[in-house]
């Protein structure tokens, strides 16, 4: 499987890379709690932000970020345990 951003391959991605987990348990997140939206940066520079149903997050918060898809799904661990 190739990774690419924009036009450029970024390479194989090796099985059981860290980068992977993170890219399967995205997957499965999704899958599980099709009410967050998961959404990709633009541009390297970028966060990576999930959006939230009103009620998950204090003060009627919709979004949390990232810098990196590993960093946002651990806060989305945090916030939906598994088997919840």
Known sequence: MNRAYGGRSLGPLTRGSNFQDC?????QFEA?????????????????????????????????????LCDLMDKLDALYPYGG
Request: hydrophobic residues 35%; without cysteine.
């Open 32 to 68: 599980e709690q099709t009410d967050v939206t998961i959404v990709t940066p633009a541009r390297p520079e970028d966060r990576w932000r999930a959006i939230l149903p009103l009620g998950v997050l204090p003060d009627d918060g919709t979004t949390i970020g990232a810098r990196s």
């Open 23 to 27: 890219v399967e348990r995205r997957r």
